[in-house]
C-alpha cells in the first residue's frame, strides 16, 4: 500500500503542476505544527525564486486547485506561503479500512526479497550467559523479526564461541578432576559412555575454577594450551568429551534463550568453521592479499584516506595459532557456501567494532564473498547500572541472565499481586509477560549504539514510555472488545472526534515507521511510534464512551478503530519480541 503523506504528495504534486509549477515542489509532510494542520506542503517557498512569484501567491494558486478535492478537509495558503492541510474524515477512514484489510497492514514487501544471515547471541560454550549477550540476543531477535516482516528470508545463526581456550581449561581440569575417565585413556578404542560427566552447573562451575588455576600455574596453563590444540587437531578422547560438553551446554543455552522467547534457525559455531579455515587462507594467499609480519599471516586493511590507523587483520599467529578474525573469516565462506546470502549482519558490543571493520576489509580484499553481499555489522552499547558502570550483581559480579530474569520477574510479580486484577493461578504468566516487555523495552526503546541504565522501577512501571505500559494499553482494548462481542468485521467510520482523529492519523503511519526501522535497522524507531500509538489510543479511549454509546453504527465505529489499534500494537510487540498478557 501506498504511505498515506505519498498519496496526498502525488495529489499535491498534480495541482501544482496544473498551476504551472514543477511537480516537485508538490512534496508534502506529516505536519509538524499538529496544532494548526496535519499536513504541510513547503514547496511554495521554494518555487518562489524559480519562478519570481511570491511565494503567498504560488500557495493560493495551489490551494485553489485543491478546493474541489475529496481528500481534504481544508487546504490554506498561509503566510509567507505555506500550504495546510487536514484530511477529509471520509478520506481517511477509507485510508484506514484498506490498512486494515491489507495483508500485514498493506505494508510495502521487499520487491526483491533477500537471504540474509543474522548472527547474534554469540554465547561461549560452557561460560555462563552473562547480561552482556543479553543486548545481542534482545536487538538481534527484533531485526530478525523485522526483516522478515519485510519478506526477505532470514537465518539466525547463533554463532557459538565453542572452539577456543576455554574448551581446553573444561578438558585440562577435568582430566585433573577424573583422570580415570575413557577421554583420557590413549589407549581406549571402544564406545564412550553415552551420560555425560557432568551437569550444567558442574560445568559452570568447572570453567570459572580452571581460569583462574591457569593464570596463577604456568604448568596448568600450558596443559589447558596443549588440550586445546589437541581437540583442534582432532584427537578422539577429547573431541569425544567436547561433543559432551556441547550436547550439556546446548540444551542448557536452549532453555535460556527460549526464556527469551528468543530462537536461532542455525545452531553453529566457532568450531564448525575450522574445515574453511584452509580454505580461506589459500584464497587469501592467492588473491595476494597476506604479508608475513613478525612471523605471523596477517592482511593489512589500511586504505588511503582512512583517518585513524587500522592494525592488520592477523590470520595465523606466529606460533600457529589461528584466532577470533580467522574463524569469522572462514564463518563468511561457510555462509556464502550454506546459504548464499545478500547480506550478513552481526550484532554484537561496540568494542568489537575494530574487529569487524578488519574482518570486513579483510574479507572484501580476498574476494571471499561477490562484491554485491552486504556485510553489516551493528556495535551496540553497553547496559549499564544506575552508578553509569557495566551492569553488576549486587555483590559486584557479573549478573547472570537467568538471576536477572528471575529479578524482574519477581520484581513484576510482587506488583501485580498487590493490584490483585490478575487470577491466582495466572499471575506467574502474567509476571513473566511483563517483565519481558519490561525488559526487551527498556533496552530496544534506546538506540542501540549508546550506552543505557538498566533500571529496575522505571522499566517495570505502568506508565510512561515502557514496555507495561504498552501492555497495559493492549490488555486495556482486549478488555472492551471481550466485553463488546466479535468486532473482526466491523469497517473503520470517518474521526467523528479530534481523539479519533488523532489516533487514525498516528495508525496510518505504521508503515512509514516500520520502513524507518527497516532501513535504519533501528527498533526503537518502532518503540518510539508504539509509545506515540499507545499515548493515542488511550486519549481515545478516556474521551470516548465506547461500550455506553447508545448509537449502534457509531459504537461499532469506535470498536473497529481500537480493534485496528490493538492489532497494529500487537504486530509491533510481536516484531520487538514480547507478548501480552489476558489481564494485568
Ligand atoms: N562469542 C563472542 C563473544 O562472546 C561473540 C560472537 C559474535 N559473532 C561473531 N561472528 N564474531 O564476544
Redesign the pocket.
Known sequence: MEKLVDLISEEVSKAFENAGFDAGFGKVTVSNRPDLCEFQCNGSLAAAKQYHKAPIQIAQEVAALLQGSSSFESVDACPPGFLNFKLSPDYLAAYLENMRTAEKFGVTQEAQPQTIVI??????VAKPLHV??LR?AIIGETLKRLFRFFGNTVIGDI???DWGLQMGLIIAELCERQPELPYFDDSFTGDYPAQAPFTISELEEIYPTASAKSKEDEVFAAKAHEATHQLQIGKRGYKALWDKIMEVSVADLKKNYASLNVSFESWLG?SDAEPYIAPMIEKMKQAGVTELSEGALVVPVQEAGDTKELPPCILVKSDGATL?AT??LA?IMQRMQDNSPDRIF????KR?NL??EQ?FRAARKGALLPEAVRLDHLGFGTMNGKDGKPFKTRAGGVMRLEALIAEITEFVRAKIADNGTVAQDKIDETARLIAMAALKYGDLSNLATKDYIFDIDRFSAFEGNTGPYILYTIVRIKSILSRYGDASALPILPPDSPEAKSLMLTLSRFADNLQLAYRDAAPNVICAYIYELAGCANKFYHETKILTEPDEKKQAGYVALIALAKAVLETSIDILGFEAPEKM
Request: hydrophobic share 15%.
Open positions: 548472527d547474534y547471541g554469540g554465547p561461549n552482556g549477550h545481542s554463532h557459538m564461541g566457532e577470533y574463524t569469522d564463518t552481526y550484532v554484537t558490543d568489537q574487529h569487524f574482518v
